[in-house]
């Protein structure tokens, strides 16, 4: 007697699903492979790092002063040598480094802050209200701004708060534009229609949808304002007007070495090398995020 055996049937064979990746991932991947854009950023985070740590490492204070040892070379002691009035160089250097690097950064935010909500009310509303509104940008464009940054310190005093403010105030222009031509572009697409044809009110359309599509330009720009924020303020810093001593910033210190630059040119090479490097570390990051970040420069 012969017992029949079943036979179950097979499963077919079920091809892996392939994960989906998001842009961010892939403006990471596509950032990590340009060479520049990662020295920029590791540089950068270096600068950033020394300048918050490392005056609590030095025994010495950015007032600290030795006039019996004046103006001195780099050594043993003071590793990047001393200025004038005897005061340890490397340690002033990074105490101007939090200036500097404050400014640009707090300057920019009131720029961005700006020049975001402006531009993107403008491209939204189109019309009159973005004629009326992008004149007034072109008019603002014709201002000498250092000259304008200079009045408000002369009137309203020499604070570090003000100048924050003033920088900003006059670097929103650009961003306003690069934001209105942004969303004139998203604000046709579907996503959009979408979105007011199921009530959505207008301050949600553009906060809510327009703008987290539009990051990609908006990052880029910031970084390329930041060191053009620091060079305006280490020209006012060179002028006199900007960080008031004690305390200084990079300008301040390329302003003061660059009096002294033939007896002691360490006082203008090390300030200025350091502000270099920061403002090219700034730069090669940008360009970097904006290759990343535009998906047609994909070279996957």
Not at 113 to 123: K, L, R
Not at 167 to 196: D, N
Request: a positive charge; aromatic letters at 12%; proline letters at 5%.
């Amino acid at each position: 007697m012969t017992s029949a055996t079943s036979t179950l049937p097979q499963s077919p064979h079920v091809e892996p699903i392939e994960q989906g990746s998001s842009l961010w991932h892939d403006a990471w991947l596509r950032l990590r492979k340009n060479r520049i854009a990662v020295f920029g950023m590791w540089a950068l985070g270096l600068v950033t790092l020394a300048c918050l740590v490392g005056p609590f490492l030095s025994p010495f204070g950015y007032e600290s002063q030795d006039l019996d040892l004046g103006a001195s070379a780099p050594g043993a002691r003071h590793w990047l040598g001393t200025d004038t009035l005897g005061r340890d160089l490397l340690v002033r250097m990074l105490y101007g480094g939090r200036v500097s690097l404050g400014v640009g950064l707090c300057a920019t935010f009131v720029a961005l802050s700006i020049g975001v909500v402006y531009g993107a009310i403008a491209g939204f509303f189109g019309g009159k209200r973005d004629a009326f509104m992008m004149r007034a940008v072109d008019i603002m464009y014709s201002l000498p701004f250092p000259i304008f940054v200079i009045l408000l310190m002369v009137f309203f005093g020499r604070n570090i708060v003000l100048l924050f403010v003033a920088i900003g105030a006059v670097e929103w222009l650009t961003m306003a534009r690069i934001v209105r031509s942004q969303v004139m572009a998203v604000k046709r697409m579907e996503f959009i229609e979408a979105a007011r044809s199921l009530g959505f009110g207008r301050r949600r359309i553009i906060f809510r949808h327009i703008l987290p599509n539009i990051l990609g330009p908006i990052i880029v720009y910031t970084t390329l304002t930041i060191p053009a924020v620091m060079l305006l303020e280490a020209f006012l810093s060179f002028l006199g007007l900007g960080v008031q001593p004690p305390m200084s910033s990079w300008g301040g210190l390329i302003k003061d070495g660059a009096e002294k630059m033939e007896e002691f040119p360490w006082l203008l090479v090390f300030p200025g090398f350091i502000f270099s490097l920061t403002l090219f570390s700034l730069n090669f990051l940008g360009d970097g995020l904006r290759d990343a970040l535009d998906v047609r420069s994909s070279k996957d």
